[in-house]
């Protein structure tokens, strides 16, 4: 059995982005490429109808290539469980209204047991801070929280 990632927004933006000047950002686009192509087939993806809508916004050609990268990717459905955690995540972590998605990304991974969720949101999700939070939220309401890491440590 493949291990199982669910797919923050990031990894299919950083995908289709156009190539950036900025040398680190340029990096991780180059390493989401790689494990796209070398990694992804031994893992079973994951999204849900929240990377769909983050993944829609902003310009539509880009947001058609964003849902072109994701197409065909199982979608996990939401649920009381997930948005009671998502709540109790949004108040741990203090997110601001503009990051309380990130909440719902977490829940959704962990209420359905996926082993890993694969960002490159650092400010939000994969945080040495927020990760002790996640976890402690997370075993409190009985579900096992996903790894959270970037492709870079997921190759």
Known sequence: MKPSVYIETTIPSYL???PSRDVVLAGHQQITHEWWQNSRPNHELFI?????????????V???QRLSVIQGIPLLPNSIETEDLARDLI???????????DA?????????GID???????????????QRRIEIACREAGYSPPVIGTPEELI
Request: glycine share 2%.
């Open 16 to 18: 289709v982005a156009r």
């Open 48 to 60: 849900s109808d929240y990377v769909i809508k983050e993944v829609s916004r902003g310009d539509s």
């Open 62 to 64: 880009m947001a058609q």
């Open 91 to 101: 108040s741990r972590l203090n997110l601001p209204d503009q990051a309380k998605t």
């Open 104 to 112: 719902f990304h977490i829940a959704i991974a962990a209420v359905h």
């Open 116 to 130: 890993f969720l694969l960002t490159w949101n650092c400010t939000h999700i994969n945080n040495m801070h927020m």
